[in-house]
């Protein structure tokens, strides 16, 4: 069994995505081609038009990017989930901003907005909300607090595109957000990818600037830039995947509720709020005996993963930024019981119950 089925997808959409792939060869226009520009206007049109959509790099460089463009500056404080992807903190500690580490919501898993509350001080800038497993954080209740004290909010959407919040896109709910395109995410190219997505004209301009070495006119550089752009030829793959990408999360939302049905009297099951529809990046169940039952998983051949074993304050890297009022209980807890099941739109259902059957004779 695969933990994503990527192989699956390809045999599906072979012929397309050949098609596209011979297109671009053939014109040679791999940098910033028109299959770059079609894909940015499919993006947009698919978050409903008005929000600009730019392909990038990576998702990681599509955090930066929305930094850089936000002018951040060294000693800035910038809130962040701990419990998330390495990606969330790294960006802002690079540009030699503070990360501030903040619990999350036991149920959500996102950023705990009454929590933010207390982290902010006369140097906070923004909030990274982020999106985990592709489940939007609650973002009404965030945008509103940062107004409050006159913060910017950036979304990391990274797993989370396609989701909804109050029957608006993931994507398109802060003034600023990123997405990624790593295979493995719900919408993932063949290769590193990305995009950052903003409903301000001001910012998106600044972006498209940065990402091509801070350039407005052939070797004139008015801002210090990096090389992000996204390639043609993953343009081009992910036009075809994005066609098919409804039915693909449709998919995912059905193997969900199976798993649900099957498993909720054995482990903690995701929860979704009532306001909001899940990308399913990831099913992640909690259990306290984790270690063990992913042991005999593994024995049946059955892939699990944990998304994450360590809060992000715990990490070596962060080690430099000491937090003494931090006590974040409910991520403690989380990175020691969460693994995650293999999750994918093509899942069968007797993948499902051989899991579950499996998951019985354990617990
Ligand atoms: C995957 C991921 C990223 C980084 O995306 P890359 O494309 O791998 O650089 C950032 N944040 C979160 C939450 C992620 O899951």
């Known amino acids: 069994m695969q933990f994503v089925d990527l192989k699956y997808q390809y045999t599906l959409y072979k012929k397309e995505i050949q ?3 011979d297109g671009v060869l053939k014109s040679a226009a791999f940098i910033k081609g028109p299959a770059l520009t079609k894909f940015e206007t499919e993006m947009s049109d698919y978050l409903g038009g008005s929000i600009h959509a730019i392909g990038c790099s990576s998702g990681t460089d599509a955090l930066l990017l929305g930094l850089m463009a936000l002018d951040v500056q060294p000693g800035d ?12 903190g790294e960006v802002v500690a690079f540009l030699g901003a503070v990360p501030v580490f903040c619990d999350v919501d036991p149920e959500t898993y996102t950023i705990d907005p009454e929590q933010i509350r207390k982290k902010v001080t006369e140097k906070t800038v923004g909030i990274i909300p982020v999106s985990i497993f592709g489940q939007p954080a609650d973002f009404d209740r965030i945008n509103t607090l940062a107004q409050n004290y006159d913060l910017w909010v950036m979304e990391d959407g990274a797993q989370s595109f396609g989701a909804e919040y ?9 003034q600023i957000a990123a997405t990624s395109f790593f295979p493995a995410k719900p ?6 990818g990305g995009a950052v997505f903003t409903n301000d004209e001001r910012l998106a301009e600044k972006v498209r600037i940065i990402l091509n070495h801070g350039q407005i006119k052939r070797y004139h550089h ?14 081009a793959i992910l036009s075809v995947k994005l066609r098919h990408f409804d039915i693909e999360l449709q998919q995912r939302q059905a193997a969900a509720e199976k798993y649900t049905a099957q ?3 054995l482990v903690s099951t995701p929860i979704v709020m009532n ?9 992640t169940v909690q259990h306290e005996n984790r270690d063990q039952i992913r042991e005999i998983l593994g024995e049946n051949e059955i892939p699990t993963a944990v ?3 360590i809060p992000l304050h715990e990490q070596e890297a962060f080690s430099h930024f000491p937090d003494s009022n931090l006590t974040a209980p409910v991520t403690k807890k989380l990175s020691k019981q969460v693994f995650s099941l293999p999750m994918h739109p093509f899942l069968k259902d007797e993948d499902i119950k051989k899991i579950a059957d499996i998951m019985r004779g354990i617990i």
């Open 19 to 21: 098609a596209e792939i």
């Open 187 to 192: 919408l993932g190219c063949y290769g590193d």
């Open 77 to 88: 404080e910038i809130i962040i989930p701990d419990f998330t992807f390495i990606a969330t």
């Open 263 to 265: 498993l909720e009297n």
């Open 222 to 235: 008015a801002v210090i830039g990096i090389n992000g752009r996204l390639d043609s030829l993953q343009a």
């Open 307 to 309: 998304h994450y074993p």
């Open 166 to 174: 109050k029957g608006k896109k993931s994507c398109s709910l802060t």
């Open 275 to 283: 306001d909001r529809i899940s990308s399913w990046a990831q099913y």
